[in-house]
């Protein structure tokens, strides 16, 4: 079975630091894009970042979070990281990993991040 594992969330003061990580099992980890969404209470989920598969990778980030945060994986230990700087109190809510494989969305059971001001 598909599984992705978030962990990393926490309570951390504006202009702090977390690292979130997104363990993967049950697929070909390596030939997958992985994706970060987060869903803060009210609003709808939205994508924070994401990035390519071993082939070339690459990767992309919501304006919002442009310049703070930065993804990176480990082929090896099959991890996905979202080191996340110069929080701020909107970037609380829970945060999700995401893989789409053939078609279908898996996700993570999301780890919570609160930013106190």
């Known amino acids: 079975d598909v599984q992705l594992q978030a962990s990393g969330g926490g309570l951390v003061q504006a202009g702090g630091s977390l690292r979130l990580s997104c363990a993967g099992s049950g697929f070909n980890f390596e030939d997958y894009a992985i994706g970060w969404f987060r869903q803060a209470p009210g609003k709808e989920r939205e994508r924070v970042s994401c990035?390519?598969?071993?082939?070339?990778?690459?990767?992309g980030y919501a304006r919002s979070v442009k310049g703070r945060f930065t993804i990176s994986r480990d082929n090896v230990r099959r991890t996905v990281f979202l080191q996340m700087n110069s929080l701020q109190p909107e970037d609380t809510a829970v945060y999700y990993c995401?893989?789409?494989?053939?078609?279908?969305?898996?996700w993570g059971q999301g780890t919570l991040v609160t930013v106190s001001s």
């Open positions: 995401n893989v789409d494989r053939q078609g279908i969305d898996y």
């Open positions: 990035i390519s598969s071993h082939e070339s990778i690459t990767s």
